[in-house]
């Protein structure tokens, strides 16, 4: 099974003729859908999903088939035979892959803006993405898709999470907003130079892939 990055908080899932696509946003290539028969779509912001964007790639490939939680859902009238609405403990089969969805709502941003749905997605048992929010599924995690920037979160509440988590492996996602340096800096509290955690952490740039 291969993993593949494709900017800020999109990923590839892919075996084979088999490929999932999960959190296809605004920061990443239209095209990253191509050939891909399932997309996952952990909540509705503009950098996790595009509505108009999905819509035409389900209504130009009839095969093609998305999850997300109920609020995403809702948002593809008339598509709904293709469009299901999951949500905590459920389980599903998307591009072949077995997948399990933990968590319910996105991280609070501020106290005085309202939360969304949101929904992690472990597949096939190895990768889990939790979207936009710190949940700990309760099962083991080989490789944790960690979201090392955002609105919502600071440096200490992430290496908390990957202590919670204690993955075999974290990879970054969510990064997107960062430079260079912000990148070197994040990346070396969550290493080296931190406080240290138990699992080992690196970044895949935009289209680099790894063997899992």
């Given at each position: 099974?291969?993993?593949?990055?494709?900017g800020h908080a999109c990923?590839?899932?892919?075996?084979?003729?088999?490929?999932?696509?999960?959190?296809?946003?605004?920061?990443?290539?239209?095209?990253?859908?191509?050939?891909?028969?399932?997309?996952?779509?952990?909540?509705?912001?503009a950098d996790h999903v595009?509505?108009?964007?999905?819509?035409?790639?389900?209504?130009?490939?009839?095969?093609?088939?998305?999850?997300?939680?109920?609020?995403?859902?809702?948002?593809?009238?008339?598509?709904?035979?293709?469009?299901?609405?999951?949500?905590?403990?459920?389980?599903?089969?998307?591009?072949?892959?077995?997948?399990?969805?933990?968590?319910?709502?996105?991280?609070?941003?501020?106290?005085?803006?309202?939360?969304?749905?949101?929904?992690?997605?472990?597949?096939?048992?190895?990768?889990?993405?939790?979207?936009?929010?710190?949940?700990?599924?309760?099962?083991?995690?080989?490789?944790?898709?960690?979201?090392?920037?955002?609105?919502?979160?600071?440096?200490?509440?992430?290496?908390?999470?990957?202590?919670?988590?204690?993955?075999?492996?974290?990879?970054?996602?969510?990064?997107?907003?960062?430079?260079?340096?912000?990148?070197?800096?994040?990346?070396?509290?969550?290493?080296?130079?931190?406080?240290?955690?138990?699992?080992?952490?690196?970044?895949?740039?935009?289209?680099?892939?790894?063997?899992?």
């Open positions: 099974m291969e993993l593949t990055k494709h990923v590839v899932i892919s075996d084979g003729d088999r490929r999932l696509v999960v959190d296809p946003g605004g920061f990443t290539d239209p095209a990253v859908r191509d050939g891909a028969s399932a997309v996952l779509v952990t909540h509705e912001h595009v509505p108009d964007r999905l819509r035409a790639a389900l209504e130009a490939d009839p095969a093609l088939e998305v999850w997300t939680n109920p609020s995403v859902a809702h948002l593809f009238e008339g598509l709904a035979s293709r469009v299901h609405a999951v949500g905590d403990g459920d389980t599903l089969t998307a591009a072949g892959f077995e997948v399990q969805v933990h968590g319910e709502w996105h991280a609070e941003i501020h106290p005085d803006l309202p939360r969304v749905r949101n929904v992690g997605f472990l597949v096939e048992g190895q990768v889990f993405h939790p979207g936009d929010a710190l949940t700990v599924p309760g099962t083991p995690v080989p490789t944790l898709l960690l979201p090392v920037h955002a609105p919502w979160s600071k440096v200490a509440e992430v290496i908390d999470y990957v202590r919670a988590v204690d993955a075999d492996q974290a990879f970054a996602v969510h990064d997107g907003l960062l430079n260079d340096t912000g990148l070197g800096v994040v990346g070396g509290l969550l290493g080296e130079r931190g406080p240290g955690t138990p699992t080992p952490f690196s970044r895949l740039a935009p289209g680099e892939s790894v063997e899992l």
